[in-house]
């Protein structure tokens, strides 16, 4: 039985953002409901992956349900800027979108990343409800937010560190 299981029904409002110098940033994934917050650590990689999954899922919502509006993606940026409190409940370990017609809603659902010697059965879970608006929105705020990092090496796809960056893809092996 998960240690504690989190339902944010509707979100009143949803984000993501990075604190921290590039190379040592952390990325939050950060939901209210009225005077309610949730903050889960996530990892870099798991936002882009998330970004890229939301404009996926939602063309795939678009194409079964024609009759939709389409989702804006429009925001204010100092709306996006994550919020104080910054008390993470859980580091995630997996994310994953689903959709639930009848209420025209996207569910966010994230589950604890956790070591070898728990059980898998006790990992915490959050589920984010969203319009598919707010997660379009979400989606594109966290492009921006990934991509103000360190710049991406083009030969290895790896990020490129100010000292100086050693490329495996030019001599072929990593150290």
């Not at 944010?8 to 939901?31: E, M, N, S, W």
């Not at 209210?32 to 890229?52: F, G, H, N, P, V």
């Not at 996926?56 to 994550?82: K, N």
């Amino acid at each position: 039985m998960p240690r504690f299981e989190i339902d944010v029904d509707p979100c009143d409002h949803i984000t993501v953002d990075a604190i921290g110098k590039p190379g040592q940033r952390v990325f939050y994934l950060q939901a209210y409901q009225d005077a309610r917050t949730i903050t889960i650590i996530i990892e870099k990689a798991q936002l882009l992956s998330l970004a890229i999954g939301i404009e996926q899922f939602l063309a795939q919502i678009t194409q079964q349900y024609p009759q939709l509006d389409e989702a804006s993606g429009d925001y204010v940026e100092h709306v996006m800027r994550i919020s104080p409190p910054v008390d993470p409940l859980f580091r995630a370990g997996e994310i994953g979108l689903g959709y639930d017609k009848d209420r025209d809603r996207v569910v966010i659902f994230t589950k604890e990343l956790l070591t070898e010697e728990d059980d898998p059965e006790s990992a915490a879970q959050a589920r984010f409800w969203t319009s598919r608006s707010q997660l379009r929105a979400l989606a594109r705020w966290g492009q921006d937010v990934s991509s103000r990092g360190r710049p991406i090496c083009p030969q290895c796809s790896q990020p490129m560190e100010p000292e100086g960056h050693f490329c495996p893809k030019k001599n072929g092996h990593v150290h």
